[in-house]
């Protein structure tokens, strides 16, 4: 599993939607930006400018992570095509922590692998793919909608791996940007 911020464009934008809201321009100091961020969008709930920053992250993890990940709708996706890069890369499965069950998962593994060899359209052989292969994808989440899934994802009642994931995300965040994300990194 692996997380990569690939790109945010900061607090400006969400910052200028404020100031466009009450007609007072943006801030070019950023603690008075900080403090009208955390004024506005925190402390009164006017969360939409929030919608106005975005992260990208590229993730590296199981097939049960993104189809976790795809329930949060307020998000864009670019996932790796099994259908045509079967064939072209290593086929890797993400632990799952249980001795007995990852030896199976090897074992099927080699079944996929021995497929793959003998000529069997990638398209078919997906179909045969467990829920612990490792896709790559992109996402980007706006700020409000990040915000949202770091405090669903980082529950301990969410499944151990979007977790971990959701983890990796939160510690990616710029540190003068965590702000905005605290109260879910204190819940968890």
């Keep these: 599993m692996t997380v990569q911020l690939l790109h945010t464009n900061g607090l400006e934008f969400t910052d200028l939607a404020i100031g466009e809201c009450y007609d007072k321009g943006c801030y070019l100091d950023t603690e008075k930006r900080d403090n009208r961020i955390k004024k506005v969008a925190l402390k009164h709930k006017h969360s939409s400018v929030l919608e106005f920053t975005n992260f990208i992250f590229q993730i590296e993890a199981s097939t049960k992570v993104l189809l976790e990940m795809t329930r ?5 996706y670019a ?10 890369s290593e086929i890797v499965f993400e632990s799952t922590g249980d001795h007995e069950i990852d030896l199976l998962l090897q074992l099927w593994k080699g079944q996929i692998e021995s497929m793959i060899r003998e ?3 990638n398209e078919l052989t997906s179909l045969m793919l467990p829920q612990a292969y490792q896709y790559r994808w992109t996402v980007q989440f706006n700020a409000r909608s990040l915000k949202n899934f770091l405090d669903l994802r980082l529950a301990s009642s969410a499944h ?20 905005i994300f605290s109260n879910v990194a204190e819940s968890s």
Excluded: W
Excluded at 72 to 76: G, K, L, V
Excluded at 79 to 88: E, G, I, P, Q, V
Excluded at 160 to 179: G, L
């Design 72 to 76: 949060h709708r307020m998000a864009n």
């Design 79 to 88: 996932c790796k095509s099994s259908r045509f890069t079967l064939n072209k």
């Design 119 to 121: 000529g069997k359209s």
């Design 160 to 179: 151990f791996q979007i977790r971990e994931v959701s983890e990796e995300m939160y510690n990616c965040i710029p540190d003068d940007m965590k702000y």
